[in-house]
C-alpha cells in the first residue's frame, strides 16, 4: 500500500463545539470543549511514525471500525498507488495529546473507501471527529471520488465511533473545508462474508 500526502498539509485547524458558551456559571459540555482551544493538526505519515500508526490501529480496532487493516510498511507509505495515510496531532490549552489521529483512505473506482480512522480516547468528544471527517472529505474530493464509504463491524465495544458516524455531524455527508459536501455511506459488514447492510 501506498499513501499520498493530505489535503492542506501540516495546517492546524482549530476545533471547537458548535454554539457560543453558556452563560457565566453555567458550564455545560460544549462550552467546556470549546473553552479548550483544541487543534489538530494532519500530515501525511512518515517513516519514524510506523510504531505509533500500527500500534494506534491494533490497540484501537475495537473501538473504532473494528475491521482489521494491516500494519503499514515503509514499502507501502513510499509506494504511489493513490493510497492516503494521515497521522493528526491533537493538544490543547492543557497539553499536546501527540499523535492521536490515524486516518487511512483508497479509492476504489468513483468511491473514497475509509480503510482506518482512528481517534485515540484523550482526543475523542473534542471535536477532533469533525476535523478528521473534513479531512476525509477533502481527500476524497481530490480524489474525485463520488462518495466516501466507511465499512465497520459491529465489535460490541465500538458503539461511539458508530454512533458518530450515523450522528447528523457525520451521517449522510461529509463536508470539505471549502463548504463542498460528499455523500457518506456507512455499512455494516458480516464477520464471515463481503455482504453489507448499507444505512
Known amino acids: 500500500m501506498a499513501w499520498a500526502s493530505p489535503v492542506g498539509a501540516d495546517v492546524g485547524d482549530?476545533?471547537?463545539?458548535?454554539?457560543?458558551?453558556?452563560?457565566?456559571?453555567?458550564?455545560?459540555?460544549?462550552?467546556?470543549?470549546?473553552?479548550?482551544?483544541?487543534e489538530a493538526d494532519f500530515r501525511a505519515a512518515r517513516e519514524g511514525d510506523l510504531a505509533k500508526i500500527n500500534e494506534m490501529l491494533v490497540a484501537s480496532k475495537d473501538?473504532?471500525?473494528?475491521?482489521?487493516?494491516?500494519?503499514?510498511?515503509?514499502?507501502?507509505?513510499t509506494a504511489d498507488d493513490?493510497?492516503?495515510?494521515?497521522?493528526?496531532?491533537?493538544?490543547?490549552?492543557?497539553?499536546?495529546?501527540?499523535?492521536?489521529?490515524?486516518?487511512a483512505l483508497a479509492k476504489d473506482g468513483s468511491d473514497c473507501v475509509v480503510e482506518a480512522?482512528?481517534?485515540?480516547?484523550?482526543?475523542?468528544g473534542k471535536g477532533v471527529e469533525t476535523r478528521a471527517m473534513r479531512q476525509i472529505a477533502a481527500h476524497a474530493r481530490a480524489m474525485d471520488a463520488d462518495r466516501i464509504v466507511v465499512g465497520y463491524r459491529d465489535t460490541g465495544r465500538?458503539?461511539?465511533?458508530?454512533?458518530?458516524?450515523?450522528?447528523?455531524?457525520?451521517?449522510?455527508?461529509?463536508?470539505?473545508?471549502?463548504?463542498a459536501t460528499l455523500d457518506l455511506l456507512v455499512r455494516a459488514e458480516t464477520t464471515d462474508t463481503e455482504a453489507v447492510i448499507t444505512s
Open 14 to 38: 482549530s476545533v471547537g463545539a458548535d454554539g457560543a458558551p453558556g452563560p457565566a456559571g453555567d458550564l455545560s459540555l460544549a462550552s467546556f470543549v470549546a473553552g479548550l482551544g483544541v
Open 63 to 77: 473501538f473504532t471500525l473494528g475491521v482489521p487493516i494491516p500494519p503499514v510498511t515503509v514499502d507501502g507509505i
Open 82 to 103: 493513490g493510497r492516503v495515510l494521515l497521522l493528526g496531532r491533537v493538544r490543547d490549552r492543557l497539553g499536546d495529546l501527540g499523535p492521536s489521529v490515524v486516518v
Open 117 to 124: 480512522f482512528v481517534i485515540s480516547c484523550p482526543a475523542m
Open 158 to 179: 465500538n458503539h461511539a465511533a458508530i454512533d458518530f458516524l450515523r450522528s447528523p455531524t457525520a451521517g449522510g455527508t461529509a463536508e470539505t473545508p471549502d463548504g
